[in-house]
C-alpha cells in the first residue's frame, strides 16, 4: 500500500523536472531610466521583458548585476521586471549587460560565490541590456548666474557713461 503513493511522488517529479527547464528562449526586452538629475539623487533603472521558451517552462529568474545577485520579479504570465537605483555621481552610461539565471543556473552562481570563484565563468540563461544615455544636470550656467553678470555689466556701463555725462 505504501508503494503505491511513494510511485505517484516520485512520477510527479520526474515529470515536473522535465518540464521545468526553458530550452531556445525568445526575449523581447523594453527599459527605462531616469535621465533627469537635476532634482534628483539616485538615477533609477528599470527592464521590463517577456520570456517565451521553445519547450518546457520558467518559473524563478535571478539577475547578476556585477557581483550581485538578486531574484528578478514576476509581474505576469512570463513577464518579469528588473530594477535598481544608483546614486547620480555613480550612474553608469552606456550598454549595461544583465546577466539571468534560472534555478539551475542559480545554484551554480552561489556555488562559485562561496567558493570564491569568478562569476563570470558560470552559464548564463540569457543577457539583457539597458542602454542608460546619460544624465542631464542642468545647465553649466545657472539662471540667476546669468542674471547677476547680466546687471554687473549693466551697472558699469551705467556708471561708465554717468561719469562720462557728468564730466
Known sequence: MNKIPLFFVFQVFLIS???????????????????DATILTHIAYISEFNVKCGSGSLTNLYSLLGDTIQ??????PNKYQISWTEEVKNARNGDITIKLFD?????????????????????HFAVITINHPGT??????????????FSLVVCYYAIHFRSKLLA
Open 17 to 35: 523536472g522535465a518540464f521545468s527547464s526553458c530550452e531556445n528562449p525568445e526575449i523581447k526586452s523594453t527599459s527605462y531610466t531616469t535621465q
Open 103 to 123: 534555478d539551475d543556473g542559480y545554484a551554480l552562481l552561489r556555488k562559485a560565490q562561496r567558493a570564491g570563484d569568478d562569476l563570470k565563468t558560470v552559464p
Open 71 to 76: 531574484p528578478v520579479g514576476m509581474t505576469g
Open 136 to 149: 542631464y544636470k542642468g545647465p553649466w550656467i545657472s539662471c540667476e548666474c546669468l542674471a547677476v553678470a
